[in-house]
């Protein structure tokens, strides 16, 4: 899994990064505009993403980057649009790495995550955390856990779709925890914020993208955020994992994607462009103010196996839990 940029490491390593990820003109990889996929609706923090990175890259280039949003069917309209492209750099999509890993274990596509598209550039990552509304009386992880157990069939906890990490979560909480929270699926964050923020429905896992506004504002409380170290944008929450359940590690990355038939020297100039963007102190800085956190720039061959390990761990989770597409 991608591992955040602590800043002490940013401070030590700042200037070996930007050298290695300087693009002279002479390997920028296209003379021509580039088409930016994005399998989201304009104005959702997806599209936010990839404008920065658009606008970026326009500049870096020379070349115009032209976003086009192929919202749907869980990013395959998107990335099928992206592979009857021809595979010269000319078309790339800007996505988070649940439609590559998460999506296909629950929804048909017409395409293989693992075959058929390749990771290029992974740059940054939004956590996910269990939020509750502010009235539940529970105020940490253990008051809930003694709450919840003290209530039996009385509470749920919704996710933004059946099948992905906010699912798995609860899903693992329930087992590890030895709860017996009733699943609420929805369509997406907003909605099932929208019922949590009210009372309706008293939990849930979201990403800390789409939760931290509203946690600012005090209309959700957190409990913890399911990784392995704490958030640099919520430091005092405490982890899953230090709090007694390590398997509750659940996170997406946002970057850039490409057809697999892309060579791997053309494949690599785009990864160096898209991380050299990245790193420029607007886009980075937009970015930790939309809740994502900055993630260290990989080789083509560990994104690559950081996707395969993350998809094969869901496959275990959707097996495991029984989930139905």
Avoid: C
Wanted: overall charge positive.
């Amino acid at each position: 899994m991608p591992r955040i940029i602590r800043p002490s490491t940013l401070r030590r390593t700042g200037a070996a990064l930007a050298l290695a990820l300087a693009v002279p003109a002479a390997l920028a990889w296209t003379g021509k505009p580039v088409r930016m996929l994005v399998p989201a609706p304009a104005g959702g923090t997806m599209d936010v993403i990839a404008r920065l990175l658009a606008d970026q890259l326009s500049a870096d280039l020379g070349q115009p980057v032209v976003v086009d949003n192929k919202p749907g069917a869980g990013g395959s309209i998107a990335i099928s649009t992206l592979l009857a492209a021809p595979a010269d750099g000319q078309t790339i999509m800007v996505t988070a790495s649940n439609v590559l890993t998460e999506v296909p274990h629950v929804l048909k596509t017409p395409f293989d995550p693992l075959k058929d598209v390749r990771p290029i550039a992974a740059v940054a990552r939004s956590r996910l955390l269990l939020v509750g509304t502010p009235s539940l009386p529970a105020r940490d992880l253990a008051g809930l856990v003694a709450y919840a157990r003290a209530n039996p069939g009385k509470l749920s906890f919704a996710s933004y779709s059946a099948g992905t990490a906010s699912h798995y979560a609860g899903a693992i909480l329930n087992q590890k925890a030895g709860l017996d929270l009733q699943h609420v699926p929805f369509a997406g964050s907003g909605p099932a914020l929208a019922q949590v923020m009210g009372g309706q429905i008293p939990l849930m896992f979201d990403g800390m993208v789409t939760s931290l506004p509203l946690l600012k504002g005090g209309k959700l409380q957190a409990y913890a955020v399911a990784s392995k170290t704490r958030s640099p944008l919520l430091p005092q929450v405490p982890t899953f994992a230090e709090l007694g359940y390590p398997e509750l590690d659940f996170s997406n990355w946002v970057g850039v994607i490409g057809s697999a038939r892309l060579p791997e020297a053309l494949a690599a100039r785009i990864a160096a462009a898209s991380y050299r963007a990245a790193a420029t102190p607007r886009v980075h800085e937009r970015m930790k103010d939309l809740g994502y956190e900055p993630i260290e720039a990989q080789s083509l061959p560990q994104l690559g196996q950081a996707v395969r390990t993350e998809f094969e761990r869901n496959a275990g989770i959707v097996k495991a839990f029984g989930i139905q597409p």
